[in-house]
């Protein structure tokens, strides 16, 4: 399995530091993307960073991948009390003639106001 | 201007029954997934569309049943309920069955008693 593996599995911060969440795979990927769910919701794409891709950036997300270690990391900047909520990685590949996301179990982030 | 819905939004049930979840997206999508998320949040790929067609089929009791009657719609049918089949079934889509970003529902949570 390619599973995900997010790191921490919870995160408390106060209102305006940072939120770095690491996420590690174990297999060959073609792409890796986060999403954020909040209490109650369906997922939301953040962002989708490509296998030859090392960083990318948008608004207050960077997202890093190395693919040698396997691994990722979503960095939130200033974050806010609207950032409140459980993000999750999730590697995308092919095989058997299909293409398929592979969720972690997400880590769950607090910004206290 | 929901770009993916699913009905109903919670279900509860008695062991034994057999019940229904739609699955609309209008975003022209050709591609719709089923997922489940346990208790602990873990969310699993369950079925794969691809215009009409089915793609990926995960080890999910064959009491699952999708149903796809045109690429704008996936509904999922339950046969014989049982306790274990409580847990948030969500539906996504996204534009192919590659490298894309998808888009979620905002999830039906079953409830087996």
């Known amino acids: 399995s390619q599973q995900g593996e997010e790191d921490p599995q919870a995160l408390s911060i106060q209102e305006g530091e940072n939120a770095t969440m690491n996420c590690s795979y174990k297999?060959?990927?073609?792409?890796l993307q986060w999403y954020r769910q909040n209490s109650g919701r369906g997922l939301v794409h953040l962002i989708l960073?490509?296998?030859?891709?090392r960083e990318k950036h948008s608004g207050r997300l960077r997202v890093t991948l190395d693919t040698s270690k396997k691994s990722s990391s979503l960095l939130i900047t200033a974050s806010r009390a609207a950032d409140t909520a459980s993000y999750f990685c999730?590697?995308?590949?092919?095989?058997?003639?299909?293409?398929?996301?592979?969720f972690g179990k997400g880590t769950k982030l607090s910004v206290i106001p | 201007d929901t770009a993916v819905s699913q009905t109903p939004k919670y279900l509860v049930t008695q062991m034994g029954n057999d019940k229904s979840i739609k699955c609309e997206q209008n975003?022209?999508?050709?591609?719709m997934y089923w997922y489940k998320q346990d208790s602990k949040k873990f969310l699993k790929i369950m079925f794969s569309?691809?215009?009409?067609?089915?793609?990926i089929n995960e080890t999910v009791p064959n009491r699952f049943s999708p149903k796809s009657p045109d690429k704008a719609h996936l509904n999922l049918h339950i046969n014989s309920l049982e306790l274990g089949d409580s847990a948030v079934y969500f539906c996504?889509?996204?534009?192919?069955?590659?490298?894309?970003?998808?888009?979620f529902g905002p999830g039906t949570r079953l409830t087996v008693l």
């Open positions: 975003l022209g999508h050709d591609t």
């Open positions: 996504a889509s996204s534009r192919t069955s590659g490298n894309n970003e998808q888009f």
């Open positions: 999730a590697t995308g590949a092919s095989g058997a003639g299909s293409y398929q996301l592979t």
């Open positions: 297999t060959s990927i073609n792409n």
């Open positions: 569309y691809n215009n009409k067609e089915l793609i």
């Open positions: 960073i490509r296998s030859n891709e």
